[in-house]
């Protein structure tokens, strides 16, 4: 099955990630790009469409890439997933959802009446050396607003794992199958 896997990847994490899914796909031809330099969807039958989260929600840059092709990707198998470090929490403070599954709303809005196979959370890293000064600040910001901690530096993290990466593809293969 011809797939593509379309990466917005501001600092490497999200391509790494894509590079995984295609490791642990049992077929040969697939093509991963980031967004920027990813050809449309025609001639692909599978999708697979990832961003980081930056802001609240998936990055825009794939956000406008199924924004532009949304009338080709109609028609193809889609996967959809997002790149953070939170994958299971949502926070609530002040009566607004943060974290979860909000992260991918924009994207499951411009897939109304044809559905992705699946979609899923993955996770990502945080290294403070590699952000720009905004999303260094923006980083603190959702450290004391959200997860109410004073900190006076981003500290480095990472939860990324090739094993729940592999797991994710497990059970697009089932779907694609007809499993669940």
């Known amino acids: 099955m011809k797939t593509l896997i379309v990466c917005a990847s501001r600092y490497g994490s999200t391509l790494t990630i894509g590079r995984w899914i295609a490791d642990r796909l049992p077929w040969g031809t697939v093509d991963v790009y980031p967004v920027d330099r990813a050809p449309g969807p025609e001639g692909y039958e599978l999708i697979f469409l990832g961003g980081g989260v930056y802001d609240e929600g998936v990055s825009k840059e794939i956000i406008s890439y199924a924004r532009k092709n949304v009338d080709s990707l109609k028609n193809k198998r889609i996967v959809l997933f997002a790149v953070c470090l939170d994958t299971k929490g949502v926070y609530v403070p002040e009566g607004k959802f943060y974290g979860g599954w909000h992260y991918l709303n924009s994207l499951l809005?411009?897939?109304?009446?044809?559905?992705?196979?699946?979609?899923?959370?993955?996770?990502?890293?945080?290294?403070?050396?590699?952000?720009?000064?905004?999303?260094?600040?923006?980083?603190?910001?959702?450290?004391?607003k959200i997860l109410k901690r004073n900190i006076t530096e981003v500290p480095y993290k990472t939860m990324m794992s090739k094993p729940e990466v592999w797991e994710f593809v497990e059970k697009v293969l089932a779907r694609l199958e007809g499993g669940f």
Do not use: H, Q
């Open 109 to 144: 809005e411009l897939m109304k009446g044809f559905p992705p196979v699946y979609a899923g959370l993955l996770s990502g890293e945080i290294n403070p050396k590699k952000l720009t000064e905004t999303d260094y600040r923006l980083l603190k910001v959702f450290y004391g």
